[in-house]
């Protein structure tokens, strides 16, 4: 079990804290983490729930979170609130507030 995350633009593993360390503060639509590649910098989505993430991009009108990959990650907890969303992997954590 890995929690790498391949970049759907350079194919290059990251590390899923490396992803959140580049995410914006405010979530995209569709409750989506946007964050740059840590490797090309290229922007793509995440979609977070405990145990798993996946990386994608969102579809146009409606907008809906593409999943084009998903990994498990054991020691990923996701707690969502009506205006934010709270992210602990080992011992980092991050907040994400509603747009």
């Known amino acids: 079990m890995t929690d790498s995350l391949p970049c759907p633009r350079c194919g290059g593993p990251s590390d899923l804290a490396s992803w959140l360390d580049r995410a914006q503060p405010k979530l995209a639509a569709d409750s989506a983490i946007r964050a740059s590649c840590p490797r090309c910098e290229q922007e793509s989505h995440l979609a977070l729930r405990s145990g798993e993430a996946a990386i994608g991009s969102l579809s146009p009108a ?25 992210i602990t992997l080992g011992k980092r954590s991050w907040r994400f507030a509603s747009a």
Do not use: G, N
């Not at 409606?62 to 709270?86: G, Y």
């Open 62 to 86: 409606p907008v809906m979170f593409r999943p084009e990959r998903k990994v498990r990650i054991e020691a990923l907890d996701v707690k969502t609130q009506f205006d934010h969303i709270a």
